[in-house]
């Protein structure tokens, strides 16, 4: 029987205690560059021939040196649950996420999203593989592999206590930078943000544990330089040209809700997040500020309205099948997407939607210049001047006088597109000019009365005001 069995497969037969024979099917690879388990038991040949098929192909290689990784893993969270002592990096994270992230029931669209996009971000971080420096010899050739071999684990199986110095998170760095066959490359400004998110998990571990109190988070010491002039922030705003054509692409979409959600970023600075689900009783005090109760910042913001964003909120009304108040009926994904095809369809790829935000910053700023920041902050709602001027000022933001930098105010640098796109009077406003030709009317052929006099001046004065 064992002279039939295929080369590389042999039968394995011994005696249990209880007098009962077991019978194994034995796979022993010593191939030069095997990487795998060198002896395997097996109960089946079918499933002994199977490996040692999937052995001799590349991608079979790969495959079964991620079960021998994930195996590994397994067996050392077994040993771990065992003496109920677990200091993974991944079983942290997931304390993160339970205490941190999930906490608090996700009763807003917003929250929702955040969540996912936060597992999402810690999920990935778990799953990358990068060097492991700390398996002793005799370990690698436990798992079958020369002393010598640089082995690979994912992130979530190195221990906080001593396996993630700041010399791992370059090399977590350089992986994701360089990307694999499992993971593609990323830009700089994505590692940046799971650098963030690993930190933030080493910042809360004597919260789960007081004996990492000591722990230093590598974070703080990973080399710089791997990032330095690499992650760049986009500061693309529209000049008055692209803002014509994007003005008329959005006008002649078929849901006026696409639009409207556009203008008010243009004419507030606001969010795509905190556009879409904006309800008619977030605008306060007669239209002078909308109330903003949640914000990327966890914290509630007051938005200011000048005379342009007044008069545009004065005329919205709520979509027609719109529920508990709100304007619009677009989800946060779904707005995304029809806004990226639109732009895309209009070749306008380069405009993404957080550019509005910016052009509208970017305009007051070109009024109000840098002695003006803490007012600008102020009206737009931000929780930090510092950070605002860091991102937003620039070299170009010297407040000037012309006709022009003033319209940027009420909305837009262009005169001819604050006149054609964005000025919409209110009817009560028309109602007053007609009224004050009137009385000017009756002035000039001396039949007005005292009353009306005295309501002509008022007039005057409110509309010069």
Request: proline share 2%; hydrophobic share 35%; glycine share 4%.
């Amino acid at each position: 029987m064992a002279s039939k069995l295929p080369r590389g497969v042999r039968l394995a037969t011994w005696k249990n205690k209880d007098g009962t024979n077991t019978t194994k099917y034995r796979v022993e690879i010593k191939r030069k560059g095997w990487k795998g388990d060198t002896n395997k038991l097996f109960d089946s040949l079918q499933e002994a021939v199977s490996y040692l098929a999937l052995s001799k192909l590349k991608k079979g290689q790969e495959l079964l040196y991620s079960i021998s990784e994930e195996e590994r893993i397994k067996r050392n969270s077994e040993i771990q649950n065992e003496t109920n002592q677990d200091y993974s990096f991944g079983f942290f994270a997931q304390k993160y996420l339970e205490d941190y992230v999930f906490n608090q029931p996700a009763d807003t669209e917003l929250k929702k999203r955040n969540q996912a996009m936060k597992k999402a971000f810690i999920t990935k971080i778990c799953n990358i593989s990068i060097p492991n420096r700390y398996l002793t010899g005799d370990q690698k050739e436990e798992m079958g592999l020369p002393r010598e071999e640089l082995v690979y684990s994912f992130f979530k199986g190195l221990d906080v206590r001593n396996q993630i110095k700041p010399i791992d998170i370059d090399n977590y760095i350089k992986a994701r930078l360089r990307g694999d066959k499992v993971n593609r490359a990323v830009k700089p400004v994505s590692v940046v943000r799971e650098i963030t998110y690993i930190s933030n998990v080493f910042n809360k571990l004597r919260r789960f544990d007081e004996s990492l109190e000591d722990i230093r988070n590598p974070t703080r010491d990973y080399d710089k330089s791997l990032l330095e002039n690499v992650v760049n922030v986009r500061k693309r705003v529209l000049s008055d040209q692209e803002e014509e054509k994007f003005l008329e692409v959005i006008n002649g979409y078929s849901n006026k809700q696409l639009a409207d959600i556009c203008k008010i970023s243009l004419l507030t600075s606001m969010r795509r997040s905190e556009i879409v689900f904006l309800r008619k009783d977030q605008i306060r005090d007669d239209f002078k500020f909308i109330h903003l109760p949640i914000t990327k910042s966890k914290k509630s913001r007051d938005v200011y309205l000048d005379e342009t964003a007044r008069a545009f909120f004065r005329q919205l009304q709520p979509a027609e099948k719109s529920k508990n108040g709100r304007f619009f009926t677009y989800s946060i994904m779904g707005f995304g997407k029809v806004f990226a095809e639109l732009m895309e369809k209009n070749g306008l790829k380069d405009i993404h939607f957080h550019d509005l935000r910016r052009t509208k910053i970017s305009r007051m700023l070109s009024i109000g210049g840098d002695k003006n920041t803490i007012l600008i902050a102020k009206l737009l709602g931000f929780q930090s001047v510092r950070k605002f001027e860091e991102i937003h000022l620039t070299e170009k933001h010297k407040g000037i006088d012309t006709q022009e930098a003033m319209l940027s105010t009420f909305g837009h640098g262009n005169i001819d597109t604050n006149y054609k796109h964005y000025f919409n009077p209110v009817l009560s406003e028309v109602n007053k000019i007609e009224r004050m030709k009137y009385l000017k009317s009756k002035k000039q052929n001396e039949d007005l009365t005292p009353e009306e006099s005295t309501e002509l001046l008022s007039l005057l004065i409110e509309l010069t005001n």
